[in-house]
């Protein structure tokens, strides 16, 4: 089983994050913002890594430390529960469709962390969340997790079917991307031996 734990307390937020690579998807959230823990049990569900993650902090300031904080956490977990990634297939793609929604999300797992994010949200605010804050989570998880994330949102008009299919779209491309290859469970999946930096 990979597993770990990650703790990461600040002036803030104080964050635990649990998370386990090959679970079945169950997960306990809570990190004080609803929506947000909404689409984390949707990342942990769709994933199949176990999620076990509590977050609190300066909310009565805003969402932003929370929000940001929360992706540095379980990206740092995701992370060092990969270890060197050894066997990993490393790549991951999923088209995530929500009624009238659709979104493209690719994964690398590749140490060289990147987001590229082209997702256009119209509504300021989900419930009481700052829409803009979504970019600032997947920017915190891709950097901390050591992944390239592409998200591209083709077409919607729903700011909550955006959201939760970008959410669930990454959930299946990581699932692919840190599957173990049977046909090379033993070796790093790069022509250098050691992933990170180039090619």
Wanted: aromatic content about 6%.
């Amino acid at each position: 089983m990979r597993k770990a734990t990650v703790e990461r307390k600040t002036k803030e937020t104080s964050i635990k994050a649990t998370v386990n690579l090959d679970g079945t998807g169950s997960y306990d959230v809570s990190s004080g913002i609803g929506f947000l823990d909404h689409m984390l049990e949707q990342f942990s569900r769709h994933s199949l890594i176990d999620l076990d993650l509590k977050a609190s902090g300066d909310l009565h300031i805003d969402f932003h430390h929370i929000t940001e904080d929360t992706g540095i956490a379980v990206g740092e977990a995701v992370a060092k529960a990969l270890g060197e990634r050894t066997g990993i297939v490393r790549f991951g793609s999923a088209m995530s469709a929500m009624d009238e929604t659709l979104t493209r999300v690719v994964v690398d797992a590749s140490m060289r962390p990147y987001l590229i994010w082209k997702v256009d949200i119209e509504k300021p605010k989900l419930g009481d969340m700052d829409t803009e804050l979504f970019k600032e989570w997947f920017q915190a998880f891709a950097q901390a997790a050591g992944i390239t994330l592409h998200m591209e949102t083709l077409y919607g008009e729903n700011s909550h079917h955006i959201v939760e299919s970008c959410y669930k779209g990454l959930a299946r491309a990581l699932r692919q991307a840190i599957a173990i290859d049977p046909r090379r469970p033993d070796e790093v999946p790069s022509t250098k031996g050691v992933l990170g930096g180039s090619l």
